[in-house]
């Protein structure tokens, strides 16, 4: 059982930066890969970005430029930098996890979920 939990939102105005962390928890024997997502109310769950076998990672358009994700392996521990924040930026920012070295960005693939942050960003 693969626990995540999520943190680092709030609220800051355009322009500004945030770190999202997700912190897991679970099995080390088997390989998890790890997602960002986020959601706001009436939409449906949108993928920050994909991450692929090989490590290569390739993120949504509206966000590309702008978010960067890092990892931390000694403390399980996934990243979501956002720079240049935008109103439309504001979601409940969740992270995700499958057993798997793909990440793709179809949130009915994931079956681990932390229980999200909150983003607010105010123009």
């Known amino acids: 059982q693969v626990q995540l939990v999520e943190s680092g939102g709030g609220s800051v105005q355009a322009g500004w930066s945030l770190r999202l962390s997700c912190a897991a928890s679970g099995p080390t024997y088997i390989t998890y890969c790890i997602n960002w997502f986020r959601q706001t109310p009436g939409k449906e769950r949108e993928g920050v970005e994909t991450i692929y076998s090989d490590g290569t990672t390739m993120y949504t358009d509206s966000v590309k430029g702008r978010f960067t994700i890092s990892q931390d392996n000694a403390k399980n521990t996934l990243y979501l930098q956002m720079n240049n924040l935008k109103p439309e930026d504001t979601a409940m920012y969740y992270c995700?996890?499958?057993?798997?070295?793909?990440?793709?960005?179809?949130?009915?693939?994931?079956?681990?979920w932390g229980q999200g942050t909150q983003v607010t960003v105010s123009s």
């Open positions: 995700a996890s499958r057993p798997s070295t793909y990440c793709p960005n179809f949130p009915q693939l994931y079956g681990y």
